[in-house]
């Protein structure tokens, strides 16, 4: 009379018979204690390469928001996560407002506040077609970015150095960071530059130190 498998895989067998033992030793040695021939997580396996073609397809992709003050034509430019694919695809853009042509490399003149890109990576803020275009008198810029828990988890040199000089160049110093020890100062008057200046007219903090830092700007 034959044994079902499952119940030999199991060992739901009389194991006293020696015949039956032997054979239960073998499937489990070669099936049961060997994981890599089951098949029960193998579409696991495919989960590794489908995230990289995800990443592959959509990194480089950020939604850009540029908010222009109507009155003045003043301009604040969040770049989230954008990098220099973003920024060079962004000098083809234009638009017809009010019957008068406005275009991506004209934004860029007018802006008077940028939110650095990637926490100020090497590869998120295009020089010659980007920041080298941003030439308003009053220009200032915010990076969200913490240098000390980015060495931590070895992201690199974020943010760049050459970037960070660049920035504050261009921007008087004007140029906040989010672990800038000066701005736990409750009004911030130990930042490099003085305040009101340039589109940035206030800066006040929580008095919980360190829960948020408030800025005006104009």
Do not use: C
Not at 94 to 111: H, P, Q, Y
């Amino acid at each position: 009379m034959g044994i079902e498998l499952e119940a030999m895989l199991n060992g739901a067998v009389d194991l006293a018979d020696e015949s039956i033992r032997r054979t239960h030793t073998l499937l489990k040695a070669s099936y049961l204690d060997e994981a890599y021939r089951r098949i029960d997580y193998d579409w696991l396996s495919a989960s590794a390469e489908l995230a990289l073609q995800l990443d592959d397809r959509t990194n480089n992709t950020s939604l850009v928001l540029a908010f222009e003050f109507v009155d003045t034509g003043r301009v604040m430019l969040f770049t989230a996560d954008a990098q220099v694919g973003n920024w060079l695809s962004w000098q083809d853009l234009s638009w017809t407002v009010d019957g008068a042509k406005v275009s991506g490399s004209e934004l860029l003149g007018r802006t008077v506040l940028l939110k650095v890109g990637h926490h100020g990576s090497e590869n998120a803020t295009l020089k010659e077609k980007g920041l080298e275009l941003m030439n308003h008198p009053d220009f200032s810029a915010f990076i969200p970015t913490n240098k000390e828990d980015a060495t931590k988890v070895k992201w690199g040199e974020m943010p760049y150095e050459p970037i960070l000089e660049a920035l504050d160049a261009r921007a008087g110093k004007r140029v906040l960071r989010a672990d800038d020890p000066w701005a736990q100062h409750a009004t911030g008057s130990r930042a490099p530059f003085r305040a009101p200046s340039g589109s940035l007219r206030a800066i006040r903090r929580s008095n919980t130190k360190g829960l948020w830092v408030e800025v005006d700007v104009s």
